[in-house]
């Protein structure tokens, strides 16, 4: 995935398959270049399922807390 194609935020996703990518996850991504090429190597529902998984989350502390989570996760795939 060229960053080009990645999509942070809320509005015109290019991709109409995957939800948008929220903000702090995506500025988590930029900051990690090893769980940001995981990421673009994940199928629409793997990526879907990560960022239902984040935007599910009942508290601001709680979303931090599961950004963290799968950028470590993406981090120790690649």
């Known amino acids: 995935m060229k960053n ?27 900051q990690n270049s090893n769980a940001q090429s995981a990421f673009g190597a994940l199928s629409d529902g793997e990526k879907t399922e990560i960022i239902n998984g984040i935007q599910g989350a009942a508290t601001g502390d709680d979303a931090k807390r599961r950004i963290a989570d799968a950028v470590s996760r993406l981090s120790e795939k690649s």
């Open 4 to 30: 080009s194609d990645t999509f942070i935020g809320i509005g015109k996703n290019p991709n109409p398959n995957v939800p948008d990518l929220p903000l702090g996850f995506g500025m988590a991504l930029a």
